[in-house]
């Protein structure tokens, strides 16, 4: 028998209407011979709510009650899941995260996944069930406690289900109907992509593509998951939605197949920082160990033994690394003549498995910044990865240009 998994996001469970709807399409895909195992998300808003209650009694929560209160939701989508898949005559069952269980280890609110123990659940299918629904997000760490997976970690809990059980596919049933070029709210001409490559969809989920959670598309990659991102609202057919899969499974790629953004972003520098062996750990240890989130660094060239050193994070941890960094000149770690904070800055990127072999893609996303007159102040680049750091209002400016000249509105262009 071959094994399936589904996984319904938070508006695809978010009423009890919704759930009804899901559990038809759980019913064809057991009707065509399936043994399905079901990953649900809480109901839509349902975690923000939890983590709200979370915030107001207790700033500084104990990351263990927060996860026994925010893996609630995700309870109540199990059951409610079962219950009208009985209702439809189909042999279901419902398990929370410990029960199965789904072995995490003990980072509470960020927890990692270690094992999924398959045999009762193989025995369960053996018997005759059809169905497993699991609550998403949610596992059971070392010492017996109920952990989260991080916001978004129900893909993940889908992707390592269907690592484990063997799955010939992970459907990732969400409001979109599949992965786009770029965000179709910045340009009407985002187009959708039949197929995409495991590494692409890391680099975009990364910088900020909120279709998947990054750590379920890297559990994918390692384990060679073939994962489709459809709508559980629109029509369904077997192309319908994004696959995403192996690079060999893709016949025919762009160089350049999508054009990320991340807005929040804040550009930081220090100036007159000593040019010495050892600076950049002293600056980006302590920084690390204050969880700022560094992504972009560059280090100028060193003139009279002082040089720059600038790097770029999110903007709501700019507090938290002046602070580590006023701390460790404080203590002397370090010195610097000055250190400024530009908030109003944001990310653009270029993705494509084919900038491997193709060259000037560099020069062609340049050339088109430089015809609208947008300033670039970082760059940064990786095998299949070009991002640049430019100020906040010309973003979505930015995005669309980059897309005309890529041609990515129409497939086979560049
Ligand atoms: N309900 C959780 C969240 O909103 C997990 C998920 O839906 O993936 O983050
Ligand atoms: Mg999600």
Redesign the pocket.
Known sequence: MSRLVMKF??TSVATPDRIRRAAKRVAREVANGHEVIVIV??MAG???ELVGWVNEISPFYDAREYDAV?SS??AVTAGLMALTLQEMEIPARSWQGWQVPLLTNGAHSAARIEEIPTAYLDERFAQGMKVAVVA??QGVSPEGRIT??????????AVAFAAAFDAVRCDIYTDVDGVYTTDPRITSKARKLDRIAFEEMLELASLGAKVL?TRSVELAMRFGVKVRVLSSFGDYDETAGTLVCAEDEIVESNVVNGVAYSREEAKMTLLGVEDRPGIAAAIFGPLSEAGVNVDMIVQNIAERGKTDMTFSCPVDEVGRARKALEGSRDSGDIGYAELLADTEVAKVSVVGIGMRSHAGVAARMFEALKDENVNIKVITTSEIKISVLIDRKYMELAVQSLHDAFGLETAGSN
């Open positions: 996001g938070g998300s809480a349902k975690t923000n925010v939701g995700e998403g997000f989260t997976l991080g916001r978004g970690g129900s893909d993940t809990t959670q």
